[in-house]
């Protein structure tokens, strides 16, 4: 089963707008981590927070945490077309063993 | 990359035949894993290696093996393949078990 999950499953947007994605979970964790990837390709990581951080900013992203309602979100600010890919979500356990991952949300930035 | 390379990149086989996905990295990190990708359930964790021949099972380990003999390589193996193991499957690596992760490019497995 899932750990985490993602909504909205697919996001169509026009270049310029904000990007909003949020992902839920069941467990405690130790962090959450972000990922994209793009069509055919390997996945490649955007951001990690902690179980102990609120928020967090790298660049064009913006992550939240809110450990007592289990739930991140990732935020794309003025998404580019280059931003078109899927975002997913995955949770660090605490035993510190493994990553579990959600199903993704579909971005797609139309120019 | 991070380094990393799958191979091979794309493989047809039939019901039955044995399989064997090789995940090479450069870098002597310790931990690897091998996840498997479809459609409606993002990634999901075969088997991850913590050192030379340590190894653990993860989700959906069924029907799979892998071994570690050493640190550059991660070997993942489909005993007897069969077409609910067709897929794209991706090997990862970490510094620490619950960093960052880097992914390799994939393999597409067809079994038919």
């Known amino acids: 089963s899932q750990q985490g999950e993602e909504d909205p499953q697919a996001l169509s947007i026009q270049e310029g707008e904000n990007a909003t994605m949020n992902c839920s979970y069941k467990t405690s964790i130790n962090n959450l981590q972000w990922y994209r990837q793009n069509s055919g390709r390997g996945l490649v990581h955007l951001i990690l927070i902690r179980s102990n951080e609120r928020e967090k900013h790298s660049g064009r992203l913006r992550v939240t945490l809110d450990t007592s309602k289990k739930s991140s979100s990732l935020l794309i600010t003025a998404s580019r077309a280059a931003d078109t890919a899927s975002y997913f979500c995955?949770?660090?356990?605490?035993?510190?063993?493994?990553?579990?991952f959600g199903g993704g949300t579909r971005l797609m930035v139309k120019p | 990359d991070a380094g990393i390379t799958q191979s091979p990149r794309h493989k047809v086989t039939e019901t039955g035949t044995p399989v064997t996905l090789r995940c090479h990295q450069t870098?002597?990190?310790?931990?690897m894993y091998w996840y498997r990708q479809d459609p409606g359930h993002g990634l999901r964790l075969i088997h991850y290696s913590y050192g030379v021949k340590d190894t653990d099972k993860g989700e959906v380990s069924d029907g799979y093996s892998v071994s570690r003999s050493k640190t550059e390589d991660f070997l993942l193996t489909l005993e007897s393949a069969t077409s609910s193991q067709t897929s794209v499957y991706f090997c990862?690596?970490?510094?620490?078990?619950?960093?960052?992760?880097?992914f390799g490019p994939g393999t597409r497995l067809t079994v038919l």
């Open positions: 990862a690596i970490s510094v620490g078990n619950t960093d960052t992760q880097y």
């Open positions: 870098e002597n990190h310790r931990y």
């Open positions: 995955a949770t660090a356990n605490n035993a510190g063993n493994m990553l579990t």
